[in-house]
């Protein structure tokens, strides 16, 4: 059972675009949503995360805006650069984070001059 | 101040082989968990441990096992190798809430 659900699957935005990547979720109980940026041969690395209590959360050129009631929530990079080119994986938590992550399937973003 | 080390890096096994993993945790960091990465399955839950406790498990097959040493260092264990396991193996080390910093991973190949 896939309890976040990420699209699209691949995408390719020009320089200085904006790139936008859509989770939803099915369980209630998450309450602790974050994105993870990951680059070829590397680990994940937390971009930003937000909880339930607030409808958008900014920080530099990475926003993430969340819908409760439609229990979606979406990442927006502005002013896309090509060092942004990785694959974004979106997740969620119980307990503000203390329980695993359940992961999205990821984006592949690319970022075209 | 250092980040989460996983090794080996790689591994190239035979099927029914067994194979063990290392992690070490940023230092003061008591939870430790690991994560199955591939094309076809994405990012799933392993199991976590804090205290040298299992704190959580995921669905996998007994096949898969972890421990946790007093210094907070982790290993797991895969017996009885499947073409299938070939994956890349992460390990997450957090304070507790909020958030978990991936080493780069172990990248096993199973023949």
């Known amino acids: 059972q896939q309890q976040v659900k990420q699209s699209p699957q691949s995408l390719i935005v020009q320089k200085g675009g904006i790139s936008i990547i859509n989770c939803a979720y099915e369980?209630?109980?998450?309450?602790?949503f974050p994105w993870y940026q990951q680059f070829p041969g590397k680990g994940p690395a937390l971009l930003i995360a937000i909880r339930p209590d607030v409808s958008e959360k900014k920080e530099g050129r990475f926003t993430i805006s969340f819908n409760k009631s439609a229990k979606q929530f979406s990442l927006h990079i502005m002013d896309s650069q090509p060092g942004d080119s990785a694959t974004y994986f979106c997740?969620?938590?119980?307990?503000?984070?203390?329980?695993?992550?359940?992961f999205g399937t990821g984006t592949r973003l690319t970022i075209i001059p | 101040k250092a980040g989460v080390t996983q090794t080996p890096r790689y591994l190239i096994k035979t099927r029914g082989q067994q194979v063990t993993l290392s992690c070490s945790p940023i230092?003061?960091?008591?939870?430790v968990s690991w994560y199955q990465q591939t094309p076809g399955q994405g990012l799933q839950f392993l199991f976590e441990y804090f205290s040298e406790t299992q704190r959580n498990k995921g669905n996998f097959p007994g096949r898969f096992s972890g421990r946790q040493f007093s210094n907070s260092r982790s290993e797991m264990n895969v017996s009885t190798l499947e073409l299938g396991d070939s994956a890349l193996y992460l390990c997450a080390s957090s304070l507790g809430a909020d958030e978990a910093f991936f080493g780069q991973g172990t990248r096993l190949t199973v023949v």
């Open positions: 997740a969620a938590s119980k307990n503000f984070g203390n329980e695993k992550l359940t």
């Open positions: 230092s003061g960091h008591r939870s």
């Open positions: 369980n209630t109980a998450f309450d602790y």
